[in-house]
């Protein structure tokens, strides 16, 4: 299994049979034994981890959700897959990721919000009840749970379900990473991975079950039972023992076990595997009477039997009786043994009753007749078309296999779906179904050169303009039907709207009315990005509508409590300046509506006309004072700035204890200091914030001399932290040159480009002169307050913590600027306490240095202009980055702009973020915590 970023390419595909050529994003892959050769089953994953097989053959992932994108429409979450070869399992890009529900994706038997999966596995053993008997069991890092997908058979696949098997409890940190079946049937679950407690859990069951194997009637047999109900049989520790003694025992006993149909299923798919892996598979006659096998299990297992025996050209006749039985199960088996296929011959054999498979009343089995559409050559797709004519919903599913792996444009296919899609005696399944293919049809929606990356699931992968004519009619049709009643279509109806961008005026009537007080904001970024889609001129009345609706989704957002992370803003912004393009009145328009104001409105000050901008802050203050809640941001503080109204400026001064937002404040500040604020600015260079740094610096500058002990030591200590890269030379020098003209002293230190290096002699030399000069005064270390508080962990009454405080504290100390909201530059912190100790997470906030990740290591990068810029990376490629500071700001570093890149040994987050609080405060931050 390999996630998306682990550059699977066509180059992986090395052996002809491999289903998939052009792999896309993460892949399934299955080698030789001898590692000379691949193929690629599947494709589409975002970040899956591991895989595991059930009993009857199939396979089966855990897949991420992109937690950056949480609360936009695209959202998915981690998803349970039931893998099918040559399948695609949806995840495209960054602002594209398909649901489990469209027919061209592969079944999702659960789904489990939030979470990071890591091992998966298939119980394949007796100590734990029937219930768990081929169950599935997915690990969740970040929540710290166990999960588990019972598998029942329902049609061609399993039934949904899942729910959690296990969690951590209490303060024991719980972090799974991976799961597996010991040989007396237990569980091993080992945890661990960043920061987090490692060890092995061992899970046993409070009922011991029974083995299944029953005593033979001689040595020989009951050698057989044991290889057949060998628990686990592709762990490492069950292969040791049965593989030797099936090689003893021969392929005869196996073939005969195969057939018996009074041995138990489970026995009888074990002889069939067996023969395949070891014994060179099923011959002809002995998978000719298996088709006949009662059970469904069986026949299935002998579909893929024939299809591994010969993955080029697998027996014609068979796998045509195994599409044509009576069980989808079946079915869908047979026709996955198609899936490696290379002979002509056997397509042209099998034909009809793929073609037989496409009126199937098992989507799942269409779907799979649908997959093998890319296998084929014209001259056998059309074969199948004609077979298939006048059926219109199986026709509509041949041309989406059309294009499964070949995006193409079809009026005539587009056609059929429509018909489908407007039929009164189509189902709704069918419905949405046709609503879907027929986007497939117009060429799919996709990513553009040049094109937001908001727009990757609305607007088009390839031009219409080649279907123009024919479209226009189809369209009529459609936005006639909506809004259709059904929430689930409409949702598809309101993308092929995006993607067509009908000039009809009652149509954007309809989709402005659709977005009410009571629909949700994802589907109402949803809708806009259909609307943002038509170049019609607007009413004041519908300007005003859309503005209402833009402003709404951050209002919504907060009345239910959703979240957003770090790609809200991007997105949004590019959803605004698509609005603004077709309605220039929108940026005056916004700071006139009665709910203007929330911390996420400032998004939209970069289109509003400069004489606006004063009305703008009177909503931002006047929504800020009339909520206690209000969620301060930079953004808010330096719009803010820009009031000349004393009352504005006051209101900043008093944010200088709110973390999250006390480096804008200095900032702002800093540009406008007098005398007074000198302590302020002194404190400010403690920030791990250049930016307030050197604002600082350079405001101390401009004030009069001081003589203070506190002053002089902490321009020392400040220069003693400013050694990572050029710019940071640059302030040490600065606060130098302000320590040397405070206390009239030159002590040595070498200024300029050969003086960037640490020079601790030098900083040694000006600290025992201090001391000297100072005698009485001690500077407070952070080391000593962290300690402080470590020692304090066990006399602290944490029973008595209080959420709500903890949340105001969590905000006040700036922990949700970079945790888990729309500008996260930190890890979600949901499940925490699931995965670390409360010790071992203490220690990592009062020392944030103690274990990075390195995903939130700070990198400094230089340009060829001398510009250095420190910040985390959010995305490289071979061209170049993206770069965002601290204070949010993102730039865009091109690689041939580039002089240096260094990766910091220092966390963004700060250091003695407790120093000022109560035992009482860390029972509150703890209970908070724990509710996330």
């Not at 895989?51 to 981690?78: A, H, K």
């Not at 001690?778 to 020692?791: F, K």
């Not at 996260?824 to 912190?829: E, S």
Request: proline letters at 6%.
């Amino acid at each position: 299994m390999a996630g998306n970023f682990a550059g699977v390419t066509p180059s992986y595909a090395t052996v002809p049979t491999s289903p998939i050529k052009k792999p896309v994003s993460g892949t399934l892959l299955r080698l030789k034994p001898d590692l000379s050769g691949g193929e690629i089953v599947s494709d589409g994953f975002r970040n899956a981890y591991d895989f595991t097989f059930n009993g009857t053959g199939d396979f089966f992932t855990y897949d991420s959700d992109d937690e950056r994108d949480i609360s936009l429409p695209w959202y998915l979450p981690t998803q349970v897959f039931h893998i099918l070869p040559l399948s695609n399992a949806g995840y495209v890009t960054v602002g594209l990721k398909r649901p489990g529900s469209y027919p061209d994706m592969p079944p999702v038997l659960a789904t489990f919000g939030r979470g990071s999966p890591t091992g998966v596995t298939c119980y394949q053993h007796h100590q734990f009840p029937q219930t768990y008997h081929g169950a599935l069991f997915m690990l969740d890092w970040t929540l710290g749970r166990v999960l588990t997908v019972p598998l029942v058979q329902e049609g061609a696949g399993w039934k949904k379900d899942g729910f959690v098997f296990a969690e951590g409890r209490d303060q024991f940190g719980f972090a799974p990473t991976d799961i597996e079946v010991a040989p007396d049937g237990s569980l091993f679950v080992s945890v661990g991975g960043r920061g987090t407690r490692g060890s092995v859990f061992r899970i046993v069951s409070d009922v011991l079950g029974t083995p299944p194997v029953a005593p033979g009637p001689d040595v020989s047999s009951q050698q057989l039972n044991a290889v057949l109900d060998a628990p686990q049989p592709n762990s490492s520790w069950s292969r040791a023992t049965w593989v030797p003694q099936a090689k003893s025992l021969g392929p005869d006993v196996f073939r005969e076990a195969a057939l018996t149909e009074t041995r138990r299923i489970a026995e009888r798919l074990r002889a069939i595997e067996i023969l395949v892996e070891m014994f060179g598979g099923l011959d002809i006659g002995t998978a000719s009477k298996l088709t006949l096998a009662r059970s469904n299990f069986v026949r299935a297992r002998t579909a893929w039997a024939v299809g591994r025996t010969r993955p080029d050209a697998p027996d014609a006749e068979i796998v045509r009786k195994l599409i044509t039985d009576r069980d989808p199960f079946v079915q869908r088996f047979a026709l996955e043994a198609l899936a490696s296929a290379t002979s002509n011959a056997t397509f042209v054999a099998t034909g009809p009753a793929i073609a037989a498979a496409f009126a199937s009343d098992d989507r799942t089995v269409r779907f799979s007749a649908a997959l093998l559409i890319s296998r084929m050559n014209d001259d056998q797709r059309n074969t199948i078309a004609k077979a298939l004519a006048g059926n219109s919903r199986a026709l509509m599913w041949l041309s989406m296999g059309r294009c499964l792996r070949a995006p193409l444009q079809s009026a005539s296919a587009a056609a059929v779906a429509t018909e489908v899609l407007l039929s009164l005696t189509s189902s709704s399944e069918d419905r949405y179904d046709a609503a879907r293919i027929l986007q497939m049809m117009l060429g799919d929606v996709g990513p553009a050169a040049g094109r937001p990356v908001m727009f990757d699931g609305y607007a088009p992968a390839i031009p219409l303009a080649s279907l123009e004519r024919e479209l226009n009619p189809i369209m009529t049709k459609v936005a006639a039907a909506f809004p259709s009643g059904d929430a689930h279509l409409d949702h598809e109806l309101i993308r092929l709207i995006a993607m067509t961008t009908p000039f009809n005026r009652d149509l954007f009537a309809r989709l402005l009315a659709s977005i009410t007080d009571s629909t949700l904001p994802a589907d109402d970024i949803h809708c806009l990005a259909a609307i943002s889609q038509f170049a019609i001129e607007r009413s004041y009345d519908e300007s005003m509508a859309t503005a209402t609706a833009l402003l709404g989704i951050d209002i919504k957002i907060r009345k239910y409590g959703l979240k957003q992370d770090t790609n809200w803003d991007d997105r949004i912004g590019e959803l605004y300046q698509a609005l603004c393009k077709v309605d220039p009145a929108m940026p005056t328009l916004l700071p006139e509506q009665p709910g203007f104001g929330e911390p996420g409105h400032v998004l939209f000050l970069s289109q509003v006309p400069q004489p606006t901008i004063p009305k703008a802050i009177e909503g931002l203050v006047k929504t800020l004072q009339s909520n206690p809640e209000f969620q301060w941001s930079n953004d808010v503080v330096f719009t803010i700035a820009e009031s000349t109204q004393p009352e504005h400026l006051a209101l900043l001064r008093a944010q200088l204890d709110n973390l999250s937002v006390r480096d804008a404040v200095l900032i702002t500040i800093a540009e406008k200091a007098t005398n007074e604020d000198r302590e302020i600015l002194l404190t400010g260079l403690e920030s791990p914030q250049l930016n307030a740094v050197e604002g600082c610096l350079k405001a101390l500058v401009k004030l009069p001399r001081s003589n203070a002990a506190a002053e002089q030591f902490q321009l020392l200590a400040a220069a003693r932290r400013l050694i990572n890269d050029k710019r940071e030379f640059q302030l040490r020098e600065i606060a130098m040159r302000l320590l040397q003209s405070n206390t009239s002293k030159s002590i040595q230190f070498e200024f300029g480009e050969s003086g960037y290096r640490q020079q601790p002699e030098s900083m040694q030399l000006w600290q025992t002169s201090l001391e000297a000069h100072y005698p009485d005064y001690r500077p407070p270390q952070a080391s000593d307050v962290a300690q402080t508080i470590l020692l304090s962990l066990d006399a602290v009454d944490w029973d008595a913590g209080n959420a709500d405080k903890g949340r105001r504290l969590f905000e006040r100390l700036a922990c949700a600027r970079c945790h888990g909201g729309r500008q996260a530059l930190g890890p979600d912190l949901k499940g925490v306490t699931k995965r670390f100790s409360r010790r071992d997470l203490f220690a990592s906030i009062v020392d944030p240095n103690r274990d990075i990740s390195p995903r939130y290591q700070t990198t400094s990068v230089e340009t060829k202009a001398g510009k250095v810029y420190t910040g985390l990376i959010v995305y490289e490629s071979v061209d170049g980055l993206l770069l965002r500071d601290a204070e949010h700001k993102t730039y865009r570093i091109e690689a041939s702009d580039m002089e240096l890149k260094v990766l910091q040994r220092n966390s963004l987050m700060p250091a003695g973020l407790l120093k000022d609080t109560q035992p009482s405060d860390l029972a509150d931050l703890d209970k908070y915590l724990k509710g996330l």
